[in-house]
C-alpha cells in the first residue's frame, strides 16, 4: 500500500514523500516528520492492508481506496452527489465504526495509526499529526487501551482529562475532541452527576452560630434577626424555624464530604 500525506484541514493535496511534505507545509498543516517514518512503515504492514481491504468490501469501498478526487468530493459538504455516491457514504457513515472496532480487536495498533484508521480505509490517507494531545482519566491514557470497554467499570473515575503536550491551534484541538468526542463521552459518563449546591449566607452563619459558638436555637434566631435586619412581626424567625434549617444546612454540608459505606 502507498501512504497518502494529506496537507490542510480542510484537506487541499496530498504527498508521498518527505520533500513533497516539507515544501507544502510552508502554507498548510501536514504530518511531522515522526508521522512521516512511521506512516512509511506502516506500508509494509500486509497484516494490517489485508484488513484494510477487507474493511472496504464490507464498506461499499473500492478495493483500493478512493482516489484523491473521490476522497476530496466526499469530504467536501457542499459536493454535488449522485444518488448512488449519497448512498454509499450514507452506508459507510452507518457502519465505518464495527469494522474500526473489528480490526482494533484482531491487531494491536500503535495509537496514531488507531486514530487513523477511518481515513486509512478510505483510501490509505492519514491526516496530519495532532500527536501533542490525548484524553484519559485519573492520570491514564485512554488511547493505550483498545476500548472503553478495557478499564474495569468498577474503577471510580473522578476526572476526565485533555492532556496536550505541545503547542497546537485551537482548530486543532476542536479536530481532535470532535474526532474522540465518542470515546470521551463514554468517559464521562463514568463520572458522578453534578449536584446543584447553595447554603444561603443566613444558613451558613446559623450553623456557625450552633457549632462554634454553641448557642440555644432561640439565641440563635435573635441574632439571626440583628445580624440580617429582618423585620419579623409575624416572628417566623424563631427556635423551630432556626433548628429546620441547621438541620437542612448540616445534611448538606456532609453531602460534601461523606463516608463511605
Known sequence: MKIKFLIGYPAK?????????????????????????????????????????????????????????????RKDTKADHSKKELE??????????????????????????????????????????????????????????ESIEDFDKDVEVDQVLIDMTKKISKNELLKYINSNWTEISKLL??????????????????????DTQKLKYNEIAQQIIKEFSIDDINGSVNEDSIKTSYMRAKSKIEELAKTKK
Not at 189 to 210: A, C, G, N, Q, T
Open 13 to 73: 493535496a496530498f504527498a508521498t514523500e518527505w520533500k513533497e511534505i516539507r515544501e507544502l507545509s510552508k502554507t498548510d498543516p501536514a504530518p511531522d516528520e515522526d508521522t512521516f517514518v512511521l506512516f512509511k512503515a506502516l506500508e509494509l504492514n500486509k497484516s494490517l492492508e489485508k484488513e484494510l481491504i477487507q474493511a472496504r468490501r464490507s464498506l461499499r469501498i473500492p478495493e483500493n481506496g478512493l482516489t484523491w478526487e473521490q476522497y476530496a468530493k
Open 88 to 145: 454509499d457514504i450514507i452506508y459507510f457513515i452507518h457502519n465505518h465504526d464495527k469494522e474500526i472496532y473489528r480490526i482494533k480487536r484482531k491487531l494491536h495498533l500503535h495509537p496514531q495509526v488507531a486514530e487513523q484508521l477511518e481515513n486509512l480505509i478510505l483510501g490509505y490517507f492519514v491526516e496530519p499529526s495532532f500527536r501533542g494531545v490525548s484524553y484519559g482519566c485519573n492520570g491514564a491514557n485512554v488511547e493505550d487501551y
Open 189 to 210: 459518563d463514568y463520572l458522578p452527576e453534578v449536584k446543584h449546591f447553595y447554603i444561603s449566607p443566613r444558613d451558613m452563619r446559623i450553623v456557625e452560630l450552633r
